[in-house]
């Protein structure tokens, strides 16, 4: 499957004229080129930018819900079990292993409905799996086989990346943001009267990863109908910031 990267990026620029008074900088008397590995810099620019690399998903998780009402918590708690098992077979008869079927949430409580009424008790249940599919053109499958094994609820669907997947696309997002630091770098050397020598320090820090999430509105509808459930499909973001200390002379 082919991969596309895109750029955007946020800049916040920052020049450090270490020993001068302004922008423009005095003459110090350090020589011309940068400074060797441990000295102090005479003038520096330094600039935080962001760069951003999107892909397709190749990873997808699902959150499914099983519940149970009942007049007695035993009886629910059994209803779930049964479920559980019905669940559990039907998605690794699929093709899932016990290792993408995860719980995420299990409950079991009086229901608010009855809370207040001495005479009628109810309690309500609720077993959630998080599940994880490899095969995201197979995730609206995943979800028929979930819901036609006695899942009741779609809470949540989103589109991600593989661990291997993620680097690849951070390293892509890294060059963008070390290509943008650069070009701003040149162009406050440039406004500043100065000439950039090298970079003195980087840093980084991960903004984070945005996965595709579908809306609830889609979820919800999810499972619905005689028809196969088709889940639509969108790039994952990952955006990483870095901090460039450049070393600068006098133009």
């Given at each position: 499957?082919?991969?596309?990267?895109?750029?955007?990026?946020?800049?916040?620029?920052?020049?450090?004229l270490?020993?001068?008074?302004?922008?423009?900088?005095?003459?110090?008397?350090?020589?011309?080129?940068?400074?060797?590995?441990?000295?102090?810099?005479?003038?520096?620019?330094?600039?935080?930018?962001?760069?951003?690399?999107?892909?397709?998903?190749?990873?997808?998780t699902?959150?499914?819900?099983?519940?149970?009402?009942?007049?007695?918590?035993?009886?629910?708690?059994?209803?779930?079990?049964?479920?559980?098992?019905?669940?559990?077979?039907?998605?690794?008869?699929?093709?899932?292993?016990?290792?993408?079927?995860?719980?995420?949430?299990y409950?079991?409580?009086?229901s608010?409905?009855?809370?207040?009424?001495?005479?009628?008790?109810?309690?309500?249940?609720?077993?959630?799996?998080?599940?994880?599919?490899?095969?995201?053109?197979?995730?609206?499958?995943?979800?028929?086989?979930a819901?036609?094994?006695?899942?009741?609820?779609?809470?949540?669907?989103?589109?991600?990346?593989?661990?291997?997947r993620?680097?690849?696309?951070?390293?892509?997002?890294?060059?963008?943001a070390?290509?943008?630091?650069?070009?701003?770098?040149?162009?406050?050397?440039?406004?500043?009267?100065?000439?950039?020598t090298?970079?003195?320090?980087?840093?980084?820090?991960?903004?984070?990863?945005?996965?595709?999430?579908?809306?609830?509105?889609?979820?919800?509808?999810?499972?619905?109908?005689?028809?196969?459930?088709?889940?639509?499909?969108?790039?994952v973001?990952?955006?990483?910031?870095?901090?460039?200390?450049?070393?600068?002379?006098?133009?």
């Open positions: 499957m082919d991969r596309k990267l895109a750029t955007a990026a946020g800049l916040a620029l920052l020049v450090a270490a020993g001068c008074a302004g922008l423009a900088g005095t003459t110090g008397d350090g020589g011309p080129g940068a400074n060797a590995p441990g000295e102090a810099l005479d003038r520096s620019i330094e600039v935080t930018a962001t760069g951003e690399a999107t892909a397709e998903p190749d990873r997808a699902l959150v499914v819900a099983v519940t149970a009402t009942g007049d007695d918590s035993a009886a629910v708690r059994d209803e779930l079990s049964a479920a559980d098992e019905s669940l559990r077979a039907a998605l690794t008869d699929w093709g899932l292993t016990e290792d993408d079927i995860r719980t995420e949430r409950d079991v409580r009086e608010f409905e009855t809370r207040d009424d001495p005479n009628r008790t109810t309690y309500r249940g609720v077993h959630s799996y998080e599940l994880t599919v490899d095969d995201v053109a197979a995730v609206g499958e995943v979800v028929d086989v819901i036609g094994a006695g899942a009741d609820e779609v809470e949540r669907i989103e589109f991600g990346l593989s661990e291997e993620e680097s690849e696309v951070r390293a892509a997002a890294i060059e963008n070390m290509a943008n630091a650069d070009a701003d770098a040149a162009v406050l050397a440039n406004s500043s009267g100065l000439e950039v090298g970079a003195y320090s980087v840093s980084t820090a991960d903004a984070g990863v945005t996965p595709y999430r579908v809306a609830e509105a889609a979820t919800a509808d999810a499972g619905g109908g005689d028809a196969a459930t088709g889940i639509e499909t969108g790039d973001s990952v955006r990483v910031s870095v901090n460039v200390v450049y070393g600068a002379e006098q133009a």
